[in-house]
């Protein structure tokens, strides 16, 4: 029997060991790149992946790198993308105008977005940028076109907008961007971190040989991944955000099911831990620090408490700090509203606590254990530990070979404060016990 292309193709796919081939990656980025966390590492390295597979997903995932300050790694980390995913599309810059038409030039197998120096784009001084924002919150979903008049031929055209596309910049991107993306927050290397110069004209082609091993492995499951569907730890938008790398990981084997798992539920936890949640759910979840076990407060007494916080935005929210009715108005959104309550000083105007409960679970609900981890309670704020010294006693845990990355350790270590406490992976280097206060870490 004659064999065709495509057979000829799918064999060759066949003989590829995808979990050695991730492993291969990912430690051609730890090379050039010291990551803040395994979880970030992992995250980097299945999103490059998943780029070779574009035409399979019904979400095309972000992937946001940014930093406090400059020279914090993330444009070095760009370039280790640029180098190894799909079609990369390198730009400082773009007019939604130009990204419409790069991505309709075949939009069966779009370009790799990849955009450095985000914050000149979308920073607090570039200005909103609405069209290219609500461009890149399309092109997560697939089937979102947009319309466009072209006055010369008289008519309304439809350009594509679905493909995959990553940012770097300093500071936070647009919360919308985020919250359909994997967010990798650089940092700054630590004295005696130390990582290999990147070169384009030497380390360019290796780079090369592995984005060309990703496609050969990963084009012919196309059909494959279009009908996976993956257990999810997560659910809604971080459910769709996370599909597609963790359908690679799935296929890949090895360890890479598990690791892209608790990739997933640590960098979606951290994000959800952040400072960039909107002004009204910052209310929510202040009101409910305010009210501590009252069952209801008058409005003076609720106002009070939330000006009272020095880090809270309340004291100094409009000229005279957040007033009454500023508060009802950011509170009806939740069909939340004042009444008139009977307190032991008498009537006034007030809020009961049973009308919170509602949007406090919806919107800011109480962190909880992440299910099926066996890993003890541990404290809030985790010991300090400086590199090179043993670990706290009890912070080692053993895993399977069949688990373990190569490279890398996993210990016992705690997310963001007051997040679920779970293993995760940590470079081998690195022997304290929380990502989040370890000394920070980036390439230059």
Same mark, same amino acid.
């Given at each position: ?373 066996? $890993? %003890?309670?541990?404290? &809030? !704020? /985790?010991?300090?530990?400086?590199? *090179? #010294? @043993?670990?706290?006693? =009890? +912070?080692?845990?053993? $895993? %399977?070979?069949?688990? &373990? !990355? /190569?490279?890398?350790?996993?210990? *016992? #270590? @705690?997310?963001?404060? =007051? +997040? ?7 470079? &081998? ?7 989040? #206060? ?7």
């Amino acid at each position: 029997m004659t064999t065709t292309p495509d057979h000829d193709q799918a064999d060759a796919a066949e003989l590829v060991d995808g979990a050695e081939l991730l492993d291969d990656v990912t430690r051609t980025i730890s090379r050039y790149v010291i990551l803040p966390s395994t979880s970030a590492l992992v995250a980097v390295v299945l999103w490059i992946a998943a780029t070779h597979a574009v035409q399979a997903w019904n979400c095309a995932p972000r992937l946001v790198i940014r930093a406090p300050e400059k020279r914090c790694g993330k444009s070095r980390l760009l370039d280790m993308v640029e180098a190894m995913c799909n079609r990369p599309l390198m730009t400082t810059n773009a007019s939604p105008s130009a990204v419409y038409r790069s991505i309709g030039i075949n939009p069966s197998d779009p370009p790799t977005l990849l955009i450095d120096e985000a914050d000149t784009i979308f920073g607090p001084k570039a200005g909103d940028n609405e069209d290219l924002r609500g461009l890149l919150n399309a092109g997560h979903q697939r089937g979102r076109t947009t319309l466009r008049y072209n006055a010369g031929r008289d008519k309304v055209e439809k350009h594509a907008t679905f493909a995959m596309a990553a940012l770097a910049g300093i500071g936070a991107m647009p919360d919308t961007i985020e919250d359909r993306a994997a967010v990798i927050r650089m940092r700054r290397r630590a004295p005696g971190e130390s990582v290999q110069p990147y070169r384009v004209r030497r380390d360019g082609p290796e780079l090369d040989e592995l984005r060309q091993q990703l496609n050969e492995w990963l084009a012919p499951h196309v059909a494959d991944l279009t009908t996976a569907a993956p257990d999810m730890p997560l659910e809604d938008r971080a459910a769709d955000t996370w599909e597609p790398m963790i359908a690679v990981a799935d296929l890949a084997g090895g360890h890479w099911p598990r690791a892209a798992r608790k990739a997933a539920v640590a960098l979606t936890s951290d994000r959800d831990a952040g400072d960039e949640a909107s002004l009204h759910t910052r209310l929510l979840a202040d009101c409910r620090i305010a009210f501590q076990d009252a069952d209801a407060l008058p409005t003076a007494e609720l106002l009070n408490r939330l000006k009272a916080d020095p880090e809270a935005p309340w004291a100094t929210h409009g000229p005279n700090g957040l007033t009454p009715m500023k508060l009802g108005n950011l509170l009806r959104d939740f069909e939340i509203r004042s009444g008139n309550i009977r307190f032991t000083t008498g009537q006034a105007k007030g809020y009961s606590r049973s009308d919170f409960t509602d949007a406090w679970n919806r919107y800011c609900p109480e962190p909880k254990p992440v299910e099926g981890e066996s $890993v %003890p309670a541990v404290p &809030a !704020v /985790p010991p300090q530990v400086t590199p *090179g #010294t @043993a670990s706290p006693p =009890g +912070t080692a845990q053993a $895993v %399977p070979p069949d688990q &373990a !990355v /190569p490279g890398l350790t996993w210990e *016992g #270590t @705690a997310g963001t404060a =007051g +997040t679920a406490w779970g293993p995760r992976a940590v470079p &081998a280097p690195i022997t304290d016990d929380d990502t989040s #206060t370890r000394p920070s870490s980036a390439s230059a």
